[in-house]
């Protein structure tokens, strides 16, 4: 399984970025899939998954400015980031759990200057 990430870059606060993600296998067979992002000097963190039945999961700190989706036929998913601030600075991450193994591509910069 692989995973390639972009549309990572450098916004100002407030603004907004939309990360894809392509899947080597189809996304529908996935147990979970979503993203992960570490900033400087920080721990890797959950940032938005959803499930194979299409349930979804956010972080606190994004609920409400990100979106999460996935689109089934072409095996993409997405991350759509609104309302920016700097501390979303980070390296993005697309990971998926396929038959109970994770699976993660190369990270995304996104930047967001105050």
């Known amino acids: 399984v692989q995973l390639q990430a972009s549309g990572g870059g450098l916004v100002q606060a407030g603004g907004s970025l939309r990360l894809s993600c392509a899947v080597s296998v189809s996304t529908s067979r996935r147990n979970a899939i979503g993203w992960y992002r570490q900033a400087p000097g920080k721990q890797r963190e959950l940032v938005a998954s959803?499930?194979?039945?299409?349930?979804?999961n956010y972080a606190d700190s994004v609920k409400g400015r990100f979106a999460i989706s996935v689109d089934n036929f072409k095996n993409w998913v997405y991350l759509q980031m609104d309302s920016l601030k700097p501390e979303d600075t980070a390296v993005y991450y697309c990971?998926?759990?396929?038959?109970?193994?994770?699976?993660w591509g190369r990270g995304t910069l996104v930047t967001v200057s105050s």
């Open positions: 959803i499930g194979v039945g299409g349930s979804t």
């Open positions: 990971y998926a759990i396929f038959a109970g193994l994770s699976y």
